[in-house]
């Protein structure tokens, strides 16, 4: 059985700093790309940013240079680095573990709020 677990959301002020984390079992690790996605109130799931099994990163331009993505493979977990936050950065996070369209698991989600 897959499972994607997200750990590290949170309540945050604007311009700090959260680690989120996803850990994953069921799946040969390496392999995948993994992402993290997020969803805020009333708007479409967005990619935040993506890292390759060989490691080759992606990021939307809204987070570039204030988020940063990583991994452990030898601990089968993905993380999310992010720093700076805005309030825009308030959102659900998933995680997701992709290897090809008919073969990708989605985690269930961490709240991230950016509020004073």
């Known amino acids: 059985q897959v499972q994607l677990v997200e750990s590290g959301g949170g309540l945050v002020q604007p311009g700090g700093s959260l680690r989120l984390s996803c850990a994953a079992s069921g799946i040969t690790f390496s392999m995948y790309r993994m992402g993290w996605y997020r969803q805020a109130p009333g708007k479409q799931r967005e990619l935040v940013a993506h890292?390759?099994?060989?490691?080759?990163?992606n990021y939307a331009d809204s987070v570039k240079g204030r988020l940063t993505i990583s991994r452990e493979n030898a601990k089968n977990t993905v993380y999310l680095q992010m720093s700076s936050l805005k309030p825009e950065d308030t959102a659900v996070y998933y995680c997701n573990a992709f290897l090809s369209l008919t073969t990708t698991y989605w985690g269930q989600g961490t709240q991230v709020t950016v509020s004073s």
């Open positions: 890292i390759t099994s060989g490691g080759l990163t």
